[in-house]
């Protein structure tokens, strides 16, 4: 993991290596953005002064996909690791079962209402293509779509009122939206993402009805683009494209949410030896 504080025009600075693991998902929290979470493999991290220092947390129970800490409760942390949800209070003590998913899953990604009553995961590998839940007091049920790659919620989604917007793993990946709370309702999109794309992240803006997508192409060069999905008008639009050999990977805002987007990181594919990158 590297910081840099000019979107790596200069030398960045090395966080933490470990040649075993990989970096699978940076989290800062939207209401104190100096509180920065992070794991490689089962190591996982916290700084409080926006990434200058890190304190390690207790070892997760197994490589940690996903992170997220409630913005309003400092320390109170979720993560996906192996097929299980578990979260903290105190991370530097240990780490909590929320919720045991389906057996011989990954727990990909997730998001959580902003009341924190409900939670959706998407998997992978899971028994029944990758699938979808909607996680609340522990119990669990499938949404009404499979084979998905990445989730995200509207802007305004709580415990009484949600729809998720997913992106499926076929090929052309499809857009669906679904009714949070039933799991039903299921909606696809006329717009996909191109052939051949694999969808990595989909970020929602905070202030308006549209959703920023991360992707690559996995069958030819590996190109990586981002794009800007508007669900009223059913409309994926092109923003930016990386040189061949660059993958997107990762969406954040930059400075204050809603200022637009930054932090796109861009990971190297293959030997085709493409610098990292950050727009």
Same mark, same amino acid.
């Given at each position: 993991?590297?910081?840099?504080?000019?979107?790596?025009?200069?030398?960045?600075?090395?966080?933490?290596?470990?040649?075993?693991?990989?970096?699978?998902?940076?989290?800062?929290?939207?209401?104190?953005?100096?509180?920065?979470?992070?794991?490689?493999?089962?190591?996982?991290?916290?700084?409080?002064?926006?990434?200058?220092?890190?304190?390690?947390?207790?070892?997760?129970?197994?490589?940690?996909?996903?992170?997220?800490?409630?913005?309003?409760?400092?320390?109170?942390?979720?993560?996906?690791? %192996? /097929? #299980?949800?578990?979260?903290?209070?105190?991370?530097?003590? +240990?780490?909590?079962? &929320?919720? $045991?998913?389906?057996?011989? !899953?990954?727990?990909?990604?997730?998001?959580?209402?902003?009341?924190?009553?409900?939670?959706?995961?998407?998997?992978?590998?899971?028994?029944?293509?990758?699938?979808?839940?909607?996680?609340?007091?522990?119990?669990?049920?499938?949404?009404?779509?499979?084979?998905?790659?990445?989730?995200?919620?509207?802007?305004?989604?709580?415990?009484?009122?949600?729809?998720?917007?997913?992106? %499926? /793993? #076929?090929?052309?990946?499809?857009?669906?939206?679904?009714? +949070?709370?039933?799991? &039903?309702? $299921?909606?696809?999109?006329? !717009?996909?993402?191109?052939?051949?794309?694999?969808?990595?992240?989909?970020?929602?803006?905070?202030?308006?009805?549209?959703?920023?997508?991360?992707?690559?192409?996995?069958?030819?060069?590996?190109?990586?683009?981002?794009?800007?999905?508007?669900?009223?008008?059913?409309?994926?639009?092109?923003?930016?494209?990386?040189?061949?050999?660059?993958?997107?990977?990762?969406?954040?805002? %930059?400075?204050?949410?809603?200022?637009?987007?930054?932090?796109?990181?861009?990971?190297?594919?293959?030997?085709?030896?493409?610098?990292?990158?950050?727009?």
């Amino acid at each position: 993991l590297r910081r840099t504080l000019d979107t790596l025009l200069t030398a960045s600075t090395n966080l933490v290596s470990n040649a075993a693991a990989i970096t699978s998902n940076i989290w800062v929290n939207e209401a104190n953005p100096a509180r920065v979470w992070f794991a490689i493999g089962t190591a996982v991290y916290r700084s409080t002064d926006g990434g200058a220092t890190k304190t390690a947390m207790a070892t997760a129970p197994a490589s940690v996909s996903w992170i997220i800490e409630d913005p309003a409760v400092d320390n109170s942390v979720f993560i996906a690791a %192996g /097929a #299980n949800l578990y979260n903290a209070t105190d991370p530097t003590v +240990g780490w909590a079962t &929320l919720y $045991a998913g389906p057996g011989g !899953a990954t727990a990909r990604q997730f998001v959580r209402s902003r009341d924190g009553q409900i939670t959706w995961v998407c998997y992978t590998g899971a028994p029944s293509g990758d699938a979808a839940q909607r996680v609340e007091n522990g119990a669990s049920a499938d949404l009404a779509v499979t084979d998905i790659r990445t989730i995200a919620l509207d802007k305004d989604a709580n415990s009484l009122a949600a729809t998720l917007y997913l992106i %499926g /793993a #076929n090929n052309p990946p499809s857009i669906y939206s679904v009714d +949070g709370l039933t799991g &039903l309702s $299921a909606h696809t999109f006329t !717009a996909a993402l191109p052939s051949g794309s694999t969808a990595m992240h989909m970020l929602p803006d905070p202030d308006v009805d549209l959703f920023y997508t991360a992707d690559f192409d996995s069958v030819a060069v590996g190109t990586g683009a981002v794009r800007k999905f508007f669900p009223s008008a059913d409309q994926l639009l092109l923003m930016m494209e990386g040189a061949v050999g660059q993958q997107a990977h990762m969406l954040g805002f %930059g400075e204050a949410a809603g200022a637009g987007v930054a932090g796109l990181i861009l990971l190297p594919y293959g030997a085709s030896g493409a610098a990292d990158k950050l727009w």
